[in-house]
């Protein structure tokens, strides 16, 4: 009882507060014409339609449905808008960038990180650029090969790894171990083993990332006053969450910078991305700078890691279920050599009004999936792209989007284009990869599928790395000699 009668104050305001949006909102759906969406409910518009799972679904869907590449859904105040083609993609995020480049923070991501620390969620404006120019000085095309060596290191590493377990049950964890180990290499010069305690660290705060991510929203997001709610007030157990999970974060953040800092006091560090911006850095502004170099180091190991796991895996998943694609590519190598926005100001957009403040986010599944673009896009078919002369073809464009848009598209999508072509070309000039087998020599089917959530993988499945040749081995463990 006690309990009920504390947070009937809160009741009520979150109860004056729903009514107070309900009739804005009515206002305005009276004043614009807003793209078309499902009709929600009094108060809480689409809240209940906004999809938990498998989301570049159902916007799909919507689209066909209103005959529109632009769905707008709204509940509580906030506006989304969901861009389902290449087309009103780039005539949004690319040539209106001044309106479309601002990032949605909620409060919870700013409980768990503040404002300025991850800067890929970074507001738009100066501060913003700063870390965008000082990270594309070292990840721009041109400055991309000095890092062939690291990336080398890392794939004949993984190589070796597969090689020796080739049962199939855990070349997810050898396939995470070379996405953090390459990242940590690139950015501090850190050697890492498998059991390094660095790689957990950064592990531990990844998944409370993408707990974060998968919780939803948070009461807090919607009213976010309850930010200032104690942590020991009934119902404030977020703020609990968020405590637990800003100190992982700030660990992947610290402790590596830290170490490399120390490294670099004594005289020892080696060259790598943390060490070429504090080399360029001005002593008189160092106090400003150290905080946006310990922003982009640990940030890139947030953005680069899983994004290059799930790549990885996505194409052994390939594989396994396309042996004929496999054999083709292998032909290939073999012939040729022995990788959400938030709108800033009101907007017009074929005659739709998308307000400021609104969440506006590219389908990038669906505009993949186009299939006045790309003909029988459900097909796993990379001769798609090419002429019949084995030539890229021109009229078939790449396919960009998994990247982002406009001047929020990835800064590092240059290195890990490179790092992605040379996983799959190693990978597959050593290996076949196929289907494992249990004990008793049975094949172990495969079966289609990728987890509903945001950054999404295909489901656990196992898979087996048989050497090409007689000479795969030697040539495996001879490279990784090499690199010692």
């Not at 014409?33 to 809480?44: H, Q, S, V």
């Not at 721009?140 to 049962?167: E, F, G, M, N």
């Not at 560090?269 to 504090?278: E, R, V, Y």
Request: net charge neutral; with cysteine; aromatic share 12%.
């Amino acid at each position: 009882m006690l309990r009920l009668i504390t947070m009937t104050p809160i009741l009520v305001y979150i109860s004056v507060a729903l009514v107070c949006l309900w009739v804005l909102a009515s206002r305005k759906r009276q004043r614009y014409r807003y793209p078309p969406g499902p009709k929600g409910l009094p108060i809480l518009g689409n809240v209940l339609d906004i999809p938990t799972g498998y989301g570049w679904f159902a916007y799909r869907d919507w689209a066909r449905q209103y005959d529109s590449d632009i769905i707008h859904l709204q509940g509580l105040g906030m506006h989304i808008v969901v861009l389902n083609s290449a087309k009103a993609a780039k005539d949004l995020f690319d040539k209106r960038h001044g309106i479309y480049s601002d990032k949605e923070l909620t409060s919870m991501l700013l409980e768990v990180t503040g404002p300025y620390r991850n800067w890929s969620m970074m507001q738009y404006g100066d501060y913003w650029r700063d870390h965008r120019r000082l990270f594309h000085q070292h990840f721009r095309p041109l400055a991309v090969p000095q890092y062939h060596p690291k990336r080398a290191k890392a794939v004949h590493r993984l190589l070796q790894l597969l090689l020796d377990s080739r049962t199939g049950d855990d070349f997810v964890h050898h396939v995470r171990y070379f996405a953090g180990s390459l990242i940590l290499d690139v950015v501090y010069a850190f050697d890492v083993r498998p059991d390094d305690l660095r790689l957990e660290i950064v592990e531990k705060a990844m998944r409370a990332g993408y707990d974060i991510i998968n919780a939803g929203v948070f009461l807090a997001d919607v009213f976010p006053i309850l930010r200032h709610v104690p942590a020991w007030f009934p119902g404030a157990r977020f703020k609990r969450q968020a405590a637990e999970w800003k100190a992982l974060v700030d660990d992947m953040y610290e402790v590596p910078y830290g170490q490399f800092k120390a490294t670099m006091n004594e005289g020892s560090a080696q060259q790598c991305f943390a060490l070429s911006l504090l080399s360029d850095a001005d002593a008189k502004d160092m106090s400003r700078l150290d905080e946006i170099i310990k922003s982009l180091t640990g940030t890139a190991y947030a953005a680069g890691s899983d994004t290059t796991v799930i790549a990885a895996i996505s194409f052994i998943f390939a594989m396994v279920l396309n042996p004929d694609i496999q054999a083709f590519v292998q032909e290939e190598l073999d012939r040729v050599v022995a990788t959400p926005h938030r709108a800033m100001f009101d907007d017009e957009y074929n005659g739709y009004h998308i307000p400021a403040g609104s969440v506006v986010m590219g389908n990038t599944w669906a505009i993949l999936h186009d299939e006045e673009t790309y003909p029988d896009p459900y097909s796993f078919n990379p001769k798609r792209f090419l002429s019949a002369d084995g030539m890229l073809r021109d009229d078939v464009p790449l396919p960009t989007e998994t990247f982002g848009y406009g001047r929020r598209i990835c800064p590092g999508r240059y290195f890990a284009m490179d790092t992605m072509f040379l996983i799959v070309s190693s990978l597959l000039a050593v290996f076949n990869i196929e289907k494992a087998v249990d004990e008793h020599g049975k094949v172990i089917e495969v079966k289609e599928g990728f987890t509903k959530h945001v950054i999404s993988a295909p489901k656990p499945f196992k898979a087996c790395f048989k050497p090409r040749h007689p000479g795969a081995e030697s040539l495996i463990r001879s490279a990784v000699l090499a690199d010692a």
